[in-house]
Structures are given as C-alpha cells and as structure tokens.
C-alpha cells in the first residue's frame, strides 16, 4: 500500500517562499503523474499543479508563474517551490497522483497534508 507523507509548510508572509516535499513509498512513482492539492476549511481539495512521467507540467491559473512543481524519481520524491506567496494560499496542501484538471486522478490514500499559512 502505497504512503504518502508531506512536509514543509509553514507560517510565512505575503511575497514569501515555501518548498513542500512529498515523499511516497512504492515502486509505481516514476510512471504516474503527481500532483500538488490544496483544500481549505468547507472546500474541496483542488489540484493546483501536475507533472507528468516526461516532466511536463500543468497549473492552475490562480498558481501559474508564482508555483514550481517538479519530482525526483529516484528519490520517490515530489516538490513544490512556492513563491510570492497571497494569503489566498493558505490551505492543507496535500501530493496524490494526478497532474488533469479535467479529470479526477488521485487513486492513492491521502496523507496528512502540510499546513501552510500565509498571513502579515
């Protein structure tokens, strides 16, 4: 069974930057595509950025120019550079399969999450 388990998040200010990593157990991660969700409190949990096994991405245009996804195969690992950061981006950010904003593709058990809070 695949786990999935976030780290990074922080309280930081408006125009900071944050790295968030998730590192997920399994033999499967190099061919899948990953992503980045955040959700906040009485939402859902959107997808906000993908890459997929050929290292394309995909953002979301709230995110585009300010978040930089990528992923480190051999070390089972997934990023999120996150910069200039809004108090709109407070959120649980969580990593799951899945790099399609038009179709749900996150099949794996959903970790924790990492907080991250933009606030003055």
């Known amino acids: 069974q695949v786990q999935l388990v976030e780290s990074g998040g922080g309280l930081v200010q408006p125009g900071g930057s944050l790295r968030l990593s998730c590192v997920a157990s399994?033999?499967?991660?190099?061919?899948?595509?990953m992503g980045w969700y955040r959700q906040t409190p009485g939402n859902q949990r959107d997808l906000v950025a993908g890459?997929?096994?050929?290292?394309?991405?995909n953002y979301a245009d709230s995110v585009k120019g300010r978040f930089t996804i990528s992923r480190d195969n051999a070390k089972n690992t997934l990023y999120l550079q996150m910069n200039t950061l809004k108090p709109e981006d407070t959120a649980v950010y969580y990593c799951?399969?899945?790099?399609?904003?038009?179709?749900?593709?996150?099949?794996?058990?959903w970790g924790q999450g990492t907080q991250v809070t933009v606030s003055s």
């Open positions: 799951n399969t899945g790099s399609n904003f038009e179709i749900n593709q996150a099949v794996w058990p």
């Open positions: 399994g033999a499967m991660f190099s061919v899948l595509p």
């Open positions: 890459v997929n096994r050929d290292f394309s991405t």
